[in-house]
């Protein structure tokens, strides 16, 4: 059973940089297609990146395009996400996911099957 754990979040100045890491603890990712969402206080979940078991075919959500950056590294059992020019509206808790299908196929929390425990990003000065 494919378990998730996140880690790498905390507190950043606006235009800072962070990067999450989304290791599986237990079973192996490298077949799954994997993505992030977040939780902003008072906001429902959304969408933020996905990245096919290959490494193609990645999925951005319009307001992190050109700003964040979702890879994995298979024989390290992770995926990233490298986030870049962050901004105040950035701040959330971030989840990792495991899709149910082969392939992303967009953003949709209602395709992914297991997800992390979430860690949280906080962009503040």
């Known amino acids: 059973q494919l378990e998730l754990v996140e880690s790498g979040g905390g507190l950043v100045q606006p235009g800072g940089s962070l990067r999450l890491s989304c290791v599986a603890s237990k079973g192996t990712l490298e077949n799954f297609a994997i993505a992030w969402f977040r939780q902003a206080p008072e906001k429902e979940r959304e969408g933020v990146s996905c990245i096919n078991p290959s490494g193609g075919a990645i999925d951005y959500a319009d307001s992190v395009k050109g700003r964040f950056t979702i890879a994995r590294d298979n024989t390290k059992n992770t995926v990233y996400l490298q986030m870049d020019s962050l901004k105040p509206e950035d701040t959330a808790v971030y989840y990792c996911?495991?899709?149910?299908?082969?392939?992303?196929?967009?953003?949709?929390?209602?395709?992914?099957?297991?997800w992390g425990q979430g860690t949280q990003v906080t962009v503040s000065s």
């Open positions: 996911a495991a899709s149910v299908l082969p392939q992303c196929y967009g953003l949709v929390e209602g395709t992914m099957g297991r």
